[in-house]
């Protein structure tokens, strides 16, 4: 068999015999080379050939030897039988150029080879080959000595065996990685011998063993036995000392493999209740205070280790500290008030910041005069116990401003309830009291009072009793007041919205309802063409309703309606009617929904009336600059002027082509991105181009195939490329070709960005005007946006480009005319 690497030695073979027959006529010279390989792989069983040549004699005697033991003799062409070592007739045979051949090799003849060749009168030639006869591998497996490794110990073979195969090549692997032979490894024959293992040992080994016919490879994963390490032994929760009636665990823990064994020794006694380590103590008690003692055990390794800790138990009073403020001798005075119970001793409480001598055990209280140096200061109070120090607060305030809360409901007999609730943060709890105009409030069947007096109900049939009084709510505690007076109105709606779906056949209506509104519910009102359910004849007509009328109906708790399904070819209007019972308030602002109105009279005509007056303003801007450059060349001295005529043209005209390159870029970037408007749209911020729209993060395509959108982006892009035509003759003025003589190219540059200015202020004007009489009046809460002000700028860019190349042409016939001169 020839290995693929080896065909460059063939050529070299080839060429050999080639030089041998080319010079045969000089001299004769016996010489024999390999016609392959010199180093043979076969596997066992197979056929294989040392193949050989020869030249310079015919005829030779051929003989091979296995190391430097004759196995074969013959004389080539001779028809007698070769000449074979009588244990290797069954193996051995020779071909008809010399080449010896192996018939079912078996693993015993990898050896090296020698062929000698003599001739009479010619002297002896000879060659080496080497034979390597390898196996498949079969039954590869990995064993330990000793059965398991410890740390510490001097060392640990890892062995393979394999129940068939030649290895020619091994390799060992720790956790994929190949290892070397070093002071830590030792790869020896059939075995890996690791010196002083350590823990950082553990992992999976691999050996991988290849030949040239077969690779094989197997594994095994080694541990490392170590520990007990030095144990932690600890308490959970980890406290200095603990309190009877706790519960806790005593911990005891060490690394190790196999993990240590651990057992726990109180008075002298092992305790059966401790697991893995742990021994859990529930309500814990002072007797069981004092020395507990760890025991660590290797069970493997036979290794022990003690530990011990001291456990402390104490009493604590229950809870924590409790701090409150109270009205006393009728809202005169504050009694602070401190409380811890339980406890051996019970703890002693204080006030400082009221007294420095006066203190309690248990439960304190302190009253002191009510004043305005206690409203908004925290008090504390010091707890203080063998087992524990604690603290709480208390600050006094007096009553917060606040705002009522208004709920309208109808009971079971068709009244009216209203219901106002009054609560003002304050310390101590602040007393509400109620009153109608100069008249203190009390129950009755027209008013109830809730047991908290936060709550005050109103009962009635017509909404107007509601409205004639003001109705006033104070709340009041020993540090101050606050006082609101309240006055209900009518159904009414202060606030509302409409957001449509992406296809216009959804809409919500949402709104808002002031604070002290009576409202018993809503109706939705709509006009204009029938809802798409509600038409039930496929033939009728578009035909829209000039009344209003309700669509759907709401309760007072209400602030949102959907109503599906619309036409999103029609238009619709809708708005809101509060209603408390059978009274309406007044309906709600009117939100239209539907295709564009189109422009208004006025801005048709100031569009009509701005884009002459515009061309008008640059022809008269163009004629004075012209008139102003004239002047000036005649009244300078020829020759200089001729001079100065030449700067100022290339100058005029480089500054026209940066002007032109910088407007047909903003014009692509403008046209192109999606930020000419932005809006508000159910609550968040939407942005919309010429060609997309986006909202809530994503963007969808502008499939509204609208005049005015058409206009607009037919307009961007004519001004977009007629910029473009007006650059490329820019860049060509400043060469000179005779084709070109006729043809004045700055001339034509600014006829181009003039063009080019004109349509991107068609552009613009269409789509002001639209979203100024459109647009904005849909969206409500919208301005222009930077997409939009680019292509302002872009106008102006362009213009300038323009007046630019049109200085230029004008210097330029004034160069052309003073030439011949």
Request: aromatic content about 10%; glycine content about 8%; proline content about 5%.
């Amino acid at each position: 068999m020839m290995l693929p690497d080896e065909s460059a030695r063939l050529g070299a073979v080839f060429l050999v015999v080639s030089l041998s027959f080319s010079v045969q006529g000089a001299y004769s010279e016996l010489l024999v080379f390999p016609s392959g390989p010199t180093v043979v792989n076969a596997r066992a069983g197979s056929n294989v050939t040392l193949a050989v040549s020869f030249s310079g004699a015919p005829d030779p005697v051929v003989t091979w030897f296995k190391g430097g033991l004759p196995v074969l003799t013959w004389a080539v062409g001779s028809s007698a039988a070769p000449d074979v070592a009588e244990d290797n007739r069954e193996v051995l045979s020779v071909e008809a150029d010399g080449s010896l051949t192996f018939v079912n090799v078996p693993l015993g003849y990898t050896s090296n080879y020698t062929v000698k060749m003599t001739k009479s009168g010619l002297g002896e030639a000879q060659t080496a080959f080497t034979l390597k006869v390898f196996d498949i591998f079969q039954d590869v497996e990995l064993s330990m000595l000793p059965p398991f490794a410890k740390e510490g110990s001097d060392r640990f073979t890892l062995r393979y065996a394999m129940s068939q195969g030649v290895v020619e090549q091994q390799t060992w692997l720790f956790n994929e990685g190949e290892i070397k032979t070093s002071s830590h490894y030792s790869v020896e024959q059939s075995s890996l011998v690791i010196l002083n293992p350590k823990r950082g040992d553990t992992g999976w080994y691999t050996v991988i063993l290849t030949n040239p016919f077969s690779r094989a490879s197997t594994r095994i994963n080694v541990t490392v036995l170590y520990g007990p390490e030095e144990p932690i032994v600890e308490a959970r929760p980890p406290l200095p000392f603990y309190v009877s009636g706790d519960s806790l665990s005593l911990f005891c823990r060490a690394e190790g493999i196999p993990q240590p064994t651990a057992e726990w020794i109180f008075g002298g006694q092992t305790l059966s209740d401790s697991r893995e380590g742990v021994l859990n103590r529930t309500n814990v008690h002072v007797s069981q205070g004092g020395v507990y003692m760890c025991k660590l055990i290797n069970e493997l390794t036979k290794e022990q280790l003690q530990r011990s800790m001291t456990l402390s138990v104490y009493e604590r009073p229950s809870g924590n500290p409790t701090c409150s403020v109270q009205s006393v001798n009728v809202n005169a005075d504050l009694q602070y008030h401190c409380q811890w119970l339980g406890g051996t001793p019970l703890a002693q409480l204080s006030f400082p910041a009221l007294s420095s001598t006066s203190s309690g055990a248990g439960n304190f209280s302190m009253t002191v005069p009510a004043s305005d140096t206690f409203n908004g200061k925290t008090v504390k109070c010091m707890a203080v116990h063998p087992v524990e120090q604690n603290q709480c607060n208390i600050t006094a305030s007096s009553p917060a401003e606040f705002l009522p809360a208004v709920r309208t409901t109808v009971n079971s007999e068709g009244k009216i309830v209203v219901a106002i609730h009054c609560v003002s943060e304050a310390a101590p709890q602040a007393v509400v009291s109620w009153s109608k105009g100069s008249e203190a409030v009390t129950n009755g069947t027209t008013y109830q009072i809730s047991n908290d007096t936060t709550h005050l109900k109103i009962h009635g049939y017509n909404v107007s009793n509601f409205l004639q009084q003001k109705y006033t709510c104070t709340c009041r505690n020993p540090l101050g007041s606050q006082r609101l007076e309240i006055q209900l109105r009518g159904p009414s709606v202060s606030r509302s919205s409409l957001f449509p779906n992406q296809d216009g056949t959804i809409i919500t209506l949402t709104w808002e309802v002031p604070s002290t509104s009576i409202v018993t519910g809503f109706d939705v009102q709509m006009k204009g063409p029938d809802l798409v359910p509600e038409i039930r004849n496929s033939t009728q007509t578009r035909a829209t309703s000039n009344e209003y009328r309700t669509v759907q109906q709401k309760p007072g708790s209400a602030r949102s309606a959907d109503v599906f399904l619309l036409d999103p070819d029609l238009t619709y209007r809708f708005r809101v009617v509060p209603k408390a019972r059978l009274t309406d308030g007044e309906p709600s602002e009117v939100h239209r929904i539907g295709p564009g109105e189109g422009l208004s009279g006025p801005a048709i005509t100031g569009i009509a009336a701005g884009i002459p007056c515009s061309l008008l303003f640059l022809l008269l801007l163009g004629g004075l600059i012209y008139l102003c450059i004239y002047c000036n060349k005649n009244k300078m001295h020829q020759a200089v002027a001729a001079v100065i005529v030449s700067l100022m043209m290339y100058s005029f005209m480089g500054g026209g082509l940066f002007c032109a390159i910088v407007g047909n870029i903003l014009l692509v970037v403008s046209t192109a991105t999606d930020y000419w408007m932005q809006y508000r749209l159910s609550g968040s911020f939407a942005h919309q181009g010429l060609w997309r729209y986006c909202m809530s993060g994503k963007c969808y395509m502008q499939t509204d195939s609208i005049a005015y959108w058409n206009a607009t982006r037919a307009f961007m892009i004519l001004s977009a490329m007629s910029c473009f035509a007006g650059i490329i003759a820019g860049i060509l003025s400043f060469a000179h070709f005779s084709a070109f003589e006729r043809f004045n190219r700055s001339f034509a540059a600014g006829i181009m960005f003039f063009v080019s200015t004109l349509f991107v202020l068609l552009a613009m004007a269409i789509y002001t005007g639209v979203t100024v009489n459109f647009l904005g009046k849909r969206f409500g809460d919208w301005r222009f946006s930077w997409s939009y002000i680019l292509g302002w700028v872009a106008l102006l860019m362009t213009f300038f480009a323009g007046i630019f190349y049109m200085c230029a042409y004008r210097m330029h016939e004034c160069r052309r005319v003073a030439g011949p001169r």
